[in-house]
């Protein structure tokens, strides 16, 4: 919602004229598709013991994401 609200606000700073319908136009562009939020349709287990007993028991493979360091990259 901060991030529409941020938009109409810069496009109204921008002299751009809004209309009642721009605000739902912009909110379906920003706002995530169901396409897009497939992910969350997966049932992940925080750990990995329980993920390889699931992932067994289901007969499918597991992916394991391991990283090193800071998530954004800041060292």
Same mark, same amino acid.
């Given at each position: 919602?901060? &991030?529409?609200?941020?938009?109409?606000? !810069?496009?109204?700073?921008? %002299?751009?004229? *809004?209309?009642?319908?721009?605000?739902?136009?912009?909110?379906?562009?920003?706002?995530?598709?169901?396409?897009? &939020?497939?992910?969350?349709?997966?049932? !992940?287990?925080?750990?990995? %013991?329980?993920g *390889?007993?699931?992932?067994?028991?289901?007969r499918?493979?597991?992916?394991?994401?391991?990283?090193?360091?800071?998530?954004?990259?800041?060292?």
């Open positions: 919602m901060t &991030l529409v609200l941020s938009l109409l606000g !810069w496009l109204a700073l921008a %002299g751009a004229d *809004l209309i009642p319908g721009d605000i739902d136009r912009i909110q379906t562009r920003v706002w995530p598709q169901p396409t897009e &939020l497939s992910w969350e349709t997966i049932p !992940w287990t925080p750990a990995f %013991g329980e *390889l007993e699931a992932a067994n028991e289901a499918k493979p597991v992916l394991l994401w391991v990283m090193n360091g800071h998530p954004l990259g800041c060292t």
